[in-house]
């Protein structure tokens, strides 16, 4: 099976909006028809960040004209949205799909791994999405055992500490090179211990990120 990481950058409803609010992504894209001259697509998202950003998000996505319905449940999002053009999924034929829900992050760009029994079909689909984005950047295309193919799936579920832990270490940089802040810095804005602290992080580490992470290997 060929497997092609592919990033990228375009004017997104919701990348465009992940990079105004500090807002990341984790994304299932789910149906697409054409209704009336528009391409109609409905995704579910699994949104991290602060939690008064995440308002900020979902009320500025709420007024955009493209929203044609928009359900929320804690930090899940189900959204169908209207387009005249789709640069991405519009490519998607039915010898090729996507392997793994598509991380976007705060700087809102797309990281896509999309698969083929056909090198040739994924080819032929990144010189079409290179010429329809802003910023293109095919990560690999590799030939892949079959049993490593990733089985998609949403951010795994956290317990409310988990979650605030995680949520917490990304948006103060410490997962930057190098890192912003320390664990004893973040255990003393959660207010509680550093090894309290330590101990959520690393179980929501544990589930989270080997999906999200594996974007970027």
């Known amino acids: ?103 976007i992050d705060v700087s809102g760009f797309e990281y896509w791994e999309v698969a083929s029994h056909n090198k040739e079909e994924i080819m032929h689909f990144i010189r079409k999405v290179k010429s329809f984005v802003d910023e293109f950047t095919l990560q690999s295309v590799k030939n892949t055992p079959l049993q490593n193919v990733y089985f998609p799936k949403l951010m795994p579920s956290l317990t409310e500490l988990q979650k605030q832990a995680l949520e917490l270490a990304v948006q103060e940089g410490y997962y930057q090179a190098p890192k912003k802040i320390g664990l004893r810095q973040l255990a003393k804005m959660m207010k509680i211990s550093v090894a309290t602290y330590q101990k959520h992080l690393q179980k929501a580490e544990s589930k989270v990120i080997p999906d999200v992470l594996s974007f970027l290997k």
């Open 1 to 103: 099976m060929w497997i092609a990481k592919i990033k990228l950058k375009h004017n997104c409803i919701l990348g465009n909006r992940c990079k105004e609010f500090k807002v990341i992504l984790q994304s299932l894209e789910l149906t697409e028809r054409k209704e009336k001259g528009k391409i109609l697509t409905t995704s579910l998202h699994q949104m991290v960040g602060k939690t008064e950003q995440i308002k900020k998000f979902i009320a500025d996505l709420q007024k955009d004209k493209r929203t044609e319905h928009l359900e929320v449940s804690g930090n899940t999002i189900f959204l169908e949205e209207s387009a005249t053009q789709k640069p991405v999924s519009v490519f998607m034929k039915n010898n090729l799909f996507v392997t793994k829900p598509v991380l």
